[in-house]
């Protein structure tokens, strides 16, 4: 690429940083593991999402090649060149603007940020961009050092913060080896009965995400099955550790989108209902009016949740990072049938896709979609389905429509603006 004529800026998919970060953090380094090809090919698509921050010539990478026929045109959403691959040789103009915003600060990026372009600006912080919102707010926060971002995203920081605060679920911990697994599950289930009565149990990597890496007990007798065994000894030996928890019925799953500032001060910017599938993977999120709490939150769980992101952002700054940050939370139901707030499931010290809403809420606001006072739904599927709301009442928004024609199905992603909170498929624990 001609570097006096090339883009300025660039934008990094890189759906799967927990990979890299996980790779750092073992002893003597270790070689990133890639994620498998149909996970890899989802990531591509919903990477195309963040032209929710580009301006129309700016560059996208993404996990895998996109055709770019797969965009669909929205008003006021630019459609940014794709490319993939190695970022061998991929570099910038030489102007004295431009930079690169990624979703996850790793040391390959840090690495590429360096080879993209070397204007007079970089020295001096991340450039600012004239774009709206919060698409303007991520192109000048300053970039979180790789070390401080996967120490940020561990999970042991999280369960850190929790017992802390009196969050943590009750029997929460770290297990270091098979066996300690072993004689931690049915303590775990003792202490977890007034909460639960299955004895149910879930293992996870400190490093991970959308549902991966983790190990799933039905019942406490379940740690001793051979195969249980085997791939609690394989995430070990890859990752050093896991966090034992109980799995616990959850009824409904909520997370918010905040930034630390280059002063270390907490902006929150929006408040969601995440959607998820019965093992807890993501396929989408409801955004309230304005980027405001949905309807379906009480307001005690509000509280709860606003509390924990002034937590952890405080955190966070305390620990040296700066730049975009999520919190997940989830209801839950006790086996007294109480129903229980959980206000710190996990941190995500990255991009997320609350921000992405968000961003492009504010986009398609500003092309005349009138998302404000609107409930906004990002959805992921296989098929981009028709507005279910009377007359004009909803709107459906195609973002990715899939595949080229011919090409077999592909991921969908597109956004559904109604005038009251828009349901989506109800995950369970």
Known sequence: MDRSNGPEWLLVGNLGCEEEWAAAGRRGGARPRTLSAPARATAAVAGTLLRAFAGPDDLLWTAEPVDPSCLAPVAGLPVPRLVSGSWRGLTGGRGRRGG???????????????????????????????????????????RAVPEVAARANDRSFALEIARREGWALPGAC????????????????????????????????????????????????????????RHAEGLLRRFGGLVLEP??????DFGA??????????????VH??????????????????????????????????????VVGRALADLGYRGPFGVDSFRWRDAAGEVRFHPLCEI??????????????????????????????????????????EGAAERIVPLVAGRP?????????W????????????GSG
């Open 273 to 310: 209902r995440l959607e998820v599938d019965r093992r807890g993977a993501f396929t989408g999120l409801e955004l309230g009016p304005g980027g405001g709490a949905p309807e379906a939150m009480a307001p005690a769980e509000r509280t709860a949740l606003a509390r924990a992101v002034e």
């Open 174 to 229: 770290l297990v270091g080896s098979v066996e300690e697994l072993e004689r931690r599950v049915p303590l775990l289930a003792r202490q977890a009965r007034p909460a639960t009565a299955t004895g149910a149990w879930v293992a996870k990597a400190p490093l991970a995400a959308s549902g991966r890496h983790r190990l799933i007990g039905r019942s406490p007798e379940d740690v001793s099955r051979p195969e249980i065994r």
């Open 415 to 426: 956004l559904r603006i109604a005038p009251a909170s828009v349901a989506g498929p109800p």
């Open 100 to 142: 690169v915003l990624a979703w996850g600060e790793t040391s390959g990026v840090q690495a590429l940020r360096e080879q993209w372009g070397a204007g007079g600006a970089r020295a001096e912080g991340p450039p600012g961009r004239d774009l709206p919102g919060v698409a303007g707010l991520l192109w000048a926060l300053p």
């Open 247 to 252: 799995w616990l019925p959850r009824l409904a």
């Open 348 to 389: 995500n010290a990255r991009m997320t896709f609350g921000l992405v809403a968000r961003a492009l809420a504010e986009r398609v606001s500003a092309a005349g979609e009138t998302p404000d006072g609107r409930s906004v739904a990002l959805r992921f599927g296989r098929s981009i389905p028709g507005p279910e709301g």
């Open 405 to 413: 024609p011919g090409a077999g199905a592909g991921p969908a992603a």
């Open 257 to 270: 989108t905040a930034l630390v500032r280059s002063d270390g001060g907490v902006e929150v910017v929006s």
